[in-house]
């Protein structure tokens, strides 16, 4: 069966430092993998995504990157974090073999940016 | 432009009573329809999911309806239990787009021993 995992649970870190958060899958070859962004009461906000190795394509224009340097590996990136980045970041996969481009969705990361 | 609207934004409800929530969306062409349940510091996990061709899905006590013709959606709650009280998001697939999805911003649900 297939797994998601996102690293870390929770993040507080201040303004003008840089970010780095994981996700892993497990269980499945080339996944389609999205990064959502989620402010307090909001509904989520699609990032990122990507159809493969080294392709990503971006959503919304921000300080914010991804990066793919393995099938199954999708990576957050900021160089400086803004008051702003605060949110719930969640990680998901999905594939064209899935009916209706289903999403999977990792447990989450709440960055808090101080 | 398009877009999910989701309504009531929060409701209260009595443990063992049933509710209904409301989506409406502007998404076209339509390819399909889903609901989520979003627990609190919690992934999104999918409930039903509905293509134009298909009036009504059941998951257990969870029951969604569409109307592809009004455009409108309802998730029916039967006999709520306190596992329920989470975020119920609607979630809508534009038929050319493989990869985004149109997001609502949830329904709110508490339910109360």
């Known amino acids: 069966s297939q797994t998601i995992h996102q690293w870390p649970a929770t993040l507080v870190q201040p303004v003008g430092s840089p970010l780095s958060l994981e996700c892993t899958v497990e269980?499945?070859?080339?996944?389609?993998l999205y990064w959502y962004r989620q402010a307090a009461g909001r509904g989520l906000q699609l990032l990122f995504y990507?159809?493969?190795?080294?392709?990503i394509s971006s959503e919304v224009p921000q300080n914010l990157s991804a990066s793919r340097p393995q099938d199954r590996q999708f990576i957050l990136s900021s160089k400086k974090l803004l008051l702003s980045d605060s949110g719930f970041y969640l990680c998901?996969?999905?594939?064209?073999?899935?009916?209706?481009?289903?999403?999977?969705f990792g447990p989450g990361t709440r960055l808090t940016v101080l | 432009k398009n877009q999910v609207e989701q309504s009531p934004q929060s409701l209260i409800i009595l443990e063992g009573k049933n509710c209904t929530l409301q989506?409406?969306?502007?998404?076209?062409?339509?390819?399909?329809l889903r609901w989520y349940k979003q627990d609190t510091g919690r992934g999104p996990v999918s409930l039903t999911i509905?293509?134009?061709s298909e009036n009504t899905k059941s998951n257990g006590r969870y029951t969604a309806t569409l109307d592809a013709d009004t455009k409108q959606s309802s998730l029916h709650i039967t006999a709520s239990q306190l596992s329920d009280s989470a975020s119920y998001i609607c979630?809508?697939?534009?038929?050319?787009?493989?990869?985004?999805?149109?997001w609502g911003a949830g329904t709110k649900l508490i339910i109360k021993p």
């Open positions: 998901a996969w999905g594939g064209f073999a899935l009916t209706h481009n289903e999403q999977f």
């Open positions: 269980g499945t070859s080339n996944p389609n």
């Open positions: 990507s159809v493969g190795i080294g392709q």
């Open positions: 989506c409406n969306y502007t998404v076209s062409p339509f390819s399909n």
């Open positions: 509905m293509t134009f």
């Open positions: 979630v809508v697939s534009a038929f050319y787009s493989n990869y985004q999805l149109i």
